[in-house]
T-cell receptor, first 116, second 115 residues
Framework: AQSVTQPDIHITVSEGASLELRCNYSYGATPYLFWYVQSPGQGLQLLLKYFSGDTLVQGIKGFEAEFKRSQSSFNLRKPSVHWSDAAEYFCAVGAGLSGGYNKLIFGAGTRLAVHP | EAGVAQSPRYKIIEKRQSVAFWCNPISGHATLYWYQQILGQGPKLLIQFQNNGVVDDSQLPKDRFSAERLKGVDSTLKIQPAKLEDSAVYLC?????????????FGDGTRLSIL
């Protein structure tokens, strides 16, 4: 069965420091992979997605992620964190449904705190 | 463009009562999703509509949860009767199609507390 694991429940970094959030997936075929961000009391916003091709994908707000098939990973990175990046981050894999549709399976999330 | 609208934002009820949530997706979006997000967990898909038809409801507890999208636009999700474990945020999302190359746009959710 498809699944997503985010090993880090909570991460704290200093403003200006680099960031890497880990994501491991389990999926039989070539996965569709996503990172979403959720600020308190709000819905989820798409940061970036991977379907195929270049394994390093760029997203909004200066984020990037790298797909590594051999490690079943899709880690999210940012070279310099801003205080406004404090939020919860979710990794997701797109699983196929009948009729050509897809649904998202989310990890449990990583809560990011940023120290000034 | 206007985003996904959900109401109410908050709801507090006692167990065994009923409750309904409403969602209006982005105009023209064919696919509508309802997710349940329990505190400390990622969103879990409850039901996915394509226009007014159900694509997937495999994780919807059908003995107490129901959802409809009669005209293929807005949707309601109902819980009857509610249990304590239903306390969660209920998120609605929509996408232009049901394919993964189309991003899902999320509403701000309804936070449900069961007493």
């Amino acid at each position: 069965a498809q699944s997503v694991t985010q090993p880090d429940i909570h991460i704290t970094v200093s403003e200006g420091a680099s960031l890497e959030l880990r994501c491991n997936y389990s999926y039989g075929a070539t996965p569709y992979l996503f990172w979403y961000v959720q600020s308190p009391g709000q819905g989820l916003q798409l940061l970036l997605k991977y379907f195929s091709g270049d394994t390093l994908v760029q997203g909004i707000k200066g984020f990037e992620a790298e797909f590594k098939r051999s490690q079943s990973s899709f880690n999210l990175r940012k070279p310099s964190v801003h205080w406004s990046d404090a939020a919860e981050y979710f990794c997701a894999v797109g699983a196929g449904l009948s009729g050509g549709y897809n649904k998202l399976i989310f990890g449990a999330g990583t809560r990011l705190a940023v120290h000034p | 463009e206007a985003g996904v609208a959900q109401s109410p934002r908050y709801k507090i009820i006692e167990k065994r009562q009923s409750v309904a949530f409403w969602c209006n997706p982005i105009s023209g979006h064919a696919t509508l999703y309802w997710y349940q997000q329990i505190l400390g967990q990622g969103p879990k898909l409850l039901i996915q509509f394509q226009n007014n038809g159900v694509v997937d409801d495999s994780q919807l507890p059908k003995d107490r949860f129901s959802a409809e999208r009669l005209k293929g636009v807005d949707s309601t999700l109902k819980i009857q009767p509610a249990k304590l474990e239903d306390s969660a945020v209920y998120l609605c999302a929509s996408s232009a199609t049901g394919n993964s190359n189309q991003p899902q746009h999320f509403g701000d959710g309804t936070r449900l507390s069961i007493l």
